[in-house]
Every structure is written in C-alpha cells, then in structure tokens.
C-alpha cells in the first residue's frame, strides 16, 4: 500500500503565504501525477493545481499566477507554494497520487488534508 500525508497548513492572513507539502511512502515503484485538491465546508472538493511526471502542470483558473506546484522525484514529494492568499482560499486541502507500485499493480488516494484559514 501507499500512504501520503499532507502538512504545512495553518493560519494566514490575506495577502500571505503558505507552502504544502505532501509526501508519498510505501510500495513506490513510480509516482505518475499528483495533484492538490481543496473542500471549503459546504462545498465540493475541487481541483487545484495537478503535476504530471514530465512534468507539466495545471491550474484550476481561481489559482493562476498566485500557486505553484512543483515535486522532487526522489524523495516522492510534491508541494504546493501559495502566494497571495484571500479568505476564499481557505479550506482543507489534499493531496492525491497515482502510484505504480510494480507487478502491474497501481495505487490512487488520497491524504488525510491539512487545514488552510486565511483571515481577513
């Protein structure tokens, strides 16, 4: 099996920064993409910014030019930097990877989250 586990959330105020971490152990063969999603209470998780193994990157519209995620292969990590933060940023966010764990076997989950508030 794979574990992953978030941290690096706390309390900001706007206009701050943040840097998530996320890092994968277990079975790893090879991690392919890793993504970061968020769930605000009362609301559904969302996509936030994905990295593939090439690695190319996405972002949800509502983070570009302020977030940036990047990951070190080798120690199976991936963060999230997170500039210019506002109120409407915060909830808790998770990590999510797909794992190749050899033997034709795969893994996709998810982390426990880590609370991000951001205060006005």
């Known amino acids: 099996q794979v574990q992953l586990v978030e941290s690096g959330g706390g309390l900001v105020q706007a206009g701050g920064s943040l840097r998530l971490s996320c890092t994968a152990s277990g079975n790893i063969y090879k991690i392919h993409e890793m993504t970061w999603h968020r769930q605000a209470p009362g609301k559904q998780r969302e996509l936030v910014a994905a990295?593939?193994?090439?690695?190319?990157?996405n972002y949800a519209t509502f983070v570009k030019g302020r977030f940036t995620i990047s990951r070190d292969n080798a120690k199976n990590m991936v963060y999230l930097q997170m500039n210019s933060l506002k109120p409407d940023d915060t909830a808790v966010y998770y990590c999510?990877?797909?794992?190749?764990?050899?033997?034709?076997?795969?893994?996709?989950?998810w982390g426990q989250g880590t609370q991000v508030t951001v205060s006005s």
């Open positions: 990295i593939s193994s090439g690695p190319t990157t």
């Open positions: 999510n990877a797909l794992v190749d764990m050899g033997y034709g076997s795969t893994w996709h989950g």
